[in-house]
């Protein structure tokens, strides 16, 4: 199995180079105010998803950090997490007729 990820991982990588590879040309991005940014494709596509990818991190954070205080309070108050993890038995209903 582990040989099988590196295969997917080492192609996964070849191909994304391969990409960059033949996406160096240049272009301009085009700010207000006649402000221009003048860089290669890839750098450009590179820039924007780890913006987009910290901006995604950033905005899971707060739930991320309300779900640790609740665990935390949980705990304290003497539940643990093992608690939640065990499947709660519950009576079948009642057949009627």
Same mark, same amino acid.
């Given at each position: 199995m582990?040989? &099988?990820?590196? $295969?997917?991982?080492? @192609?996964?990588?070849?191909?994304?180079? @391969?990409?960059? !590879?033949k996406?160096?040309?240049?272009?301009?991005?085009?700010?207000?105010?006649?402000l $221009?940014?003048?860089?290669?494709?890839?750098?450009?596509?590179?820039t924007?998803?780890?913006?987009? !990818? !910290?901006?995604?991190? &950033?905005?899971?954070?707060?739930?991320?950090?309300?779900?640790?205080? *609740? &665990? $935390?309070?949980?705990e304290? @108050?003497? $539940?643990?997490?093992?608690?939640f993890?065990?499947? &709660?038995?519950?009576?079948?209903?009642a057949? *009627?007729?």
């Open positions: 582990r040989l &099988i990820t590196w $295969a997917i991982r080492i @192609a996964l990588f070849v191909v994304l180079l @391969a990409f960059a !590879a996406n160096t040309d240049p272009v301009t991005l085009r700010f207000y105010f006649d $221009a940014w003048q860089a290669p494709l890839v750098a450009l596509l590179l924007f998803f780890a913006a987009g !990818a !910290a901006l995604g991190l &950033i905005a899971m954070s707060g739930t991320y950090l309300a779900q640790r205080r *609740e &665990i $935390a309070r949980l304290r @108050a003497g $539940a643990s997490r093992k608690d993890a065990r499947p &709660i038995a519950t009576q079948p209903p057949a *009627e007729g």
